[in-house]
């Protein structure tokens, strides 16, 4: 793929998700089994990469560890805005980068704070990403739904865009 595409592409992905804080992270346990949870997006500049922070120790690491891809879900209702992501996760040890990203809120989640030797990072390698935009309000999301039903389920008004950000 040209460099320019993906370099428009993580543009793209970028202003779609910037500002949504809150994204499900979806692995997968050893028998298969898909598990979900919410994790916090760190507020940097995305160059192809999500950070996430979490305990080294934990369920979702081991699922990384043993199946490396992941999906990453960010949702804007109100704006009828919905992204699917989809990457390699590694975890990341780096005390320069937990520095970087660590904010005196998270101590919340993380009560032994930034020093804490369990405290690490999730790197996702943002590979794809698909994102669906239909129109805001209620004009028109019923907008879009009559123009579905009576074009056949077809020309439904709004976007549905494939990324490839290798």
């Not at 960010?74 to 970087?100: H, M, Q, W």
């Amino acid at each position: 793929m040209p460099k320019d595409t993906s370099m428009h592409d993580v543009k793209l992905l970028s202003d779609k998700i910037k500002g949504i804080r809150i994204a499900m992270m979806t692995t997968e346990e050893a028998d298969g089994t898909l598990r979900s949870r919410p994790m916090a997006t760190q507020d940097v500049e995305f160059d192809g990469s999500l950070w996430f922070f979490t305990q080294a120790e934990t369920p979702k690491v081991e699922q990384v560890e043993q199946h490396s891809k992941v999906n990453i879900s960010y949702a804007k209702p109100d704006d009828n805005l919905f992204v699917s992501v989809s990457g390699t996760a590694e975890l990341v040890r780096d005390r320069k980068k937990i520095d970087e990203y660590w904010k005196p809120l998270y101590k919340t989640w993380f009560p032994n704070g930034k020093e804490d030797p369990q405290l690490a990072l999730l790197k996702v390698n943002v590979e794809s990403a698909e994102y669906w935009d239909v129109p805001a309000g209620k004009m028109g999301g019923i907008f879009s739904a009559v123009k579905g039903l009576t074009g056949g389920g077809k020309d439904v008004v709004g976007e549905d865009v494939k990324m490839d950000l290798q």
